[in-house]
T-cell receptor, first 115, second 112 residues
């Protein structure tokens, strides 16, 4: 049973560039959430996708956007990168649109470094 | 408001019990979770508890919830060196939001 997978593992970008991160949810899951984890901090919610639509968004600027595909996989796009965007980006999958209590399963993350 | 607080560090000897504490402020929280993060890895879901429960036990893990004080704890019995990691508590509500609010994490160091 494949868990949540993310690519790439590591990424180095320059300020002002754009980046796309990818996530495949755990087998059988249909909901994908993205979190940003800065060094020494807990994960912060970016947004969640269900049925190919953004259901909820955290306190992140419009530079952060996403997409969910019919096979439930998802992409996170960040435009006009800032140094402060350097973080571990975590994808979490769950079932049923994020119904509480079912638990989210996290991938290993993509480490983004902006120089 | 939404805030989850945890102590930053905990050090225990191998074989002892570890107790990691968490406090939360959102009164609408109905599910609380414990996640484990090892170096360079993502988050591993350890266990969760529904707010109408006081305790949940799962092998070496015991979760205690004091809803009145909004206090959650995770007890690890017979702590092993492999338990060394960062432990996060997180809260979510049953409706109106799909996000989890995480604490800053407690770094557990197990001494051999």
């Amino acid at each position: 049973d494949a868990g949540v997978t993310q690519s790439p593992t590591h990424l180095i970008k320059t300020r002002g560039q754009q980046v796309t991160l990818r996530c495949s949810p755990k087998s059988g899951h249909d909901t994908v959430s993205w979190y940003q984890q800065a060094l020494g901090q807990g994960p912060q919610f970016i947004f969640q996708y269900y049925e190919e639509e953004e259901r909820q968004r955290g306190n992140f600027p419009d530079r952060f956007s996403g997409h969910q595909f019919p096979n439930y996989s998802s992409e996170l796009n960040v435009n006009a990168l800032l140094l402060g965007d350097s973080a571990l980006y975590l994808c979490a999958s769950s079932l049923g649109g994020g119904l509480a209590g079912l638990g989210k399963y996290f991938g290993p993350g993509t480490r983004l470094t902006v120089t | 408001g939404e805030d989850v607080e945890q102590s930053l560090f905990l050090s225990v000897r191998e074989g002892d019990s570890s107790v990691i504490n968490c406090t939360y402020t959102d009164s609408s929280s109905t599910y609380l979770y414990w996640y484990k993060q090892e170096p360079g890895a993502g988050l591993q879901l350890l266990t969760y508890i529904f707010s109408n429960m006081d305790m949940k036990q799962d092998q070496r893990l015991t979760v205690l919830l004091n809803k009145k004080d909004k206090h959650l704890s995770l007890r690890i019995a017979d702590t092993q060196t492999g338990d060394s990691a960062i432990y996060f508590c997180a809260e979510s509500a049953t409706s109106g939001t799909y996000k989890y609010i995480f604490g800053t994490g407690t770094r557990l160091k197990v001494l051999a």
